[in-house]
Nanobody, 113 residues
Framework: QVQLVESGGGLVQAGGSLRLSCAGS????????MAWYRQAPGKQRELVAV???????NYADSVKGRFSISRDNAKNTVALQMNNLKPEDTAVYFC???????WGRGTQVTVSS
């Protein structure tokens, strides 16, 4: 059974930073492209960042230059470093294999202005 556990969220002022982490069980991260998604209140879940099995990265335009995704295959974890946070980054953040259907509870990120 796949379990994804996101952590590291919190309340931060605009301009601040947070580092999110995702740990998985029942899934071997190294064989998947991994991704971070977010869902703001009243909005659909959106793709934020992707890291391929080879370490290549892609980002949504809204976070490019501010967020950085990384992976540690030995620990079966994926991280998202978020800098220069903006109020519009407020959302619940989830990790998953790209295209995966098993979702964790996510971690809440709230950015105050």
């Amino acid at each position: 059974q796949v379990q994804l556990v996101e952590s590291g969220g919190g309340l931060v002022q605009a301009g601040g930073s947070l580092r999110l982490s995702c740990a998985g069980s029942g899934i071997i991260f190294r064989i998947y492209d991994m991704a971070w998604y977010r869902q703001a209140p009243g909005k659909q879940r959106e793709l934020v960042a992707v890291i391929t099995t080879r370490g290549g990265t892609n980002y949504a335009d809204s976070v490019k230059g501010r967020f950085s995704i990384s992976r540690d295959n030995a620990k079966n974890t994926v991280a998202l470093q978020m800098n220069n946070l903006k109020p519009e980054d407020t959302a619940v953040y989830f990790c998953n294999a790209l295209g995966g259907s098993n979702w964790g509870r996510g971690t809440q990120v709230t950015v105050s202005s």
